[in-house]
């Protein structure tokens, strides 16, 4: 069964930058997208980025288009989320998600547990 695990949550004051990881406990990623997902206080779960694993081709939604960006390590099956810049508005609980590649948005099946952002302003 594929888990998914982030890490590199943490404190940070405004303007400043976090890396998070999320590592895929599965041999091959091949034909999967790795989504990211926030969920704030109060706040409904909303979709932030993708990639895919075959090509590495990314979607970034407006609010963060220009200040995060995502990489993988196809050795390592580990997906990274460099956020820069943040914002008070970006603390939030992180998740990463799988589904498989033509799958819509609401079709991502695994989740990992979460690690939390917050942003000082």
């Known amino acids: 069964q594929v888990q998914l695990v982030e890490s590199g949550g943490g404190l940070v004051q405004a303007g400043g930058s976090l890396r998070l990881s999320c590592a895929a406990s599965?041999?091959?990623?091949?034909?999967?997208?790795v989504g990211w997902f926030r969920q704030a206080p109060g706040k409904e779960r909303e979709f932030v980025a993708a990639i895919t694993w075959g090509e590495g081709l990314t979607h970034y939604e407006d609010s963060v288009k220009g200040r995060f960006t995502l990489s993988r390590n196809t050795a390592q099956n580990t997906v990274y989320f460099h956020l820069n810049n943040l914002k008070s508005e970006d603390t939030a609980v992180y998740y990463c998600a799988l589904k498989v590649r033509g799958a819509t948005r609401s079709e991502y099946r695994v989740w990992g547990p979460g690690t939390q952002v917050t942003v000082s302003s």
């Open positions: 599965v041999r091959t990623l091949t034909n999967y997208v």
